[in-house]
């Protein structure tokens, strides 16, 4: 049982040193920056430059951005011989006439199943 009740006696003195080292280094270091601070070097309370240095230039800032072009096409087909293409009438010039476009084919519209009904589980 000796050997147990130096260990415990052990363990308090090491806390109690690592504690005071502790507090001891706080408080030095305190100590030193209050003395810097009531010499007058403090970094918070620099002198304000006068008008004799030169003014900076600003700074250019540079701007990236992204634009997305996203460009749909619908290819449609050739007009029927059969079909005519009426002239253009206009005042703007026109390089190419463009072909007039070609009729749907006639089918009957069929509407969409309804959706499924919502069940929840537990």
Do not use: C
Not at 10 to 20: D, E, G, K, L
Not at 59 to 75: E, F, K, Y
Request: glycine share 4%; net charge positive.
């Amino acid at each position: 049982m000796r050997t147990t009740d130096r260990r415990r006696g052990r363990r308090a003195s090491t806390a109690f040193a690592v504690a005071a080292v502790s507090a001891a280094a706080f408080l030095a270091l305190l100590g030193g920056l209050s003395i810097q601070l009531a010499n007058g070097h403090d970094p918070a309370l620099a002198t304000v430059t006068t008008g004799s240095e030169p003014a900076q230039q600003p700074r250019r800032l540079l701007i990236r951005r992204v634009h997305r072009r996203i460009i749909v096409t619908h290819v449609t087909p050739a007009p029927r011989p059969s079909e005519s293409v009426a002239p253009l009438v206009g005042s703007a010039p026109v390089t190419s006439p463009t072909p007039a476009p070609a009729a749907p084919p006639s089918t009957s519209v069929v509407p969409a199943p309804a959706p499924a009904p919502v069940t929840s589980s537990s």
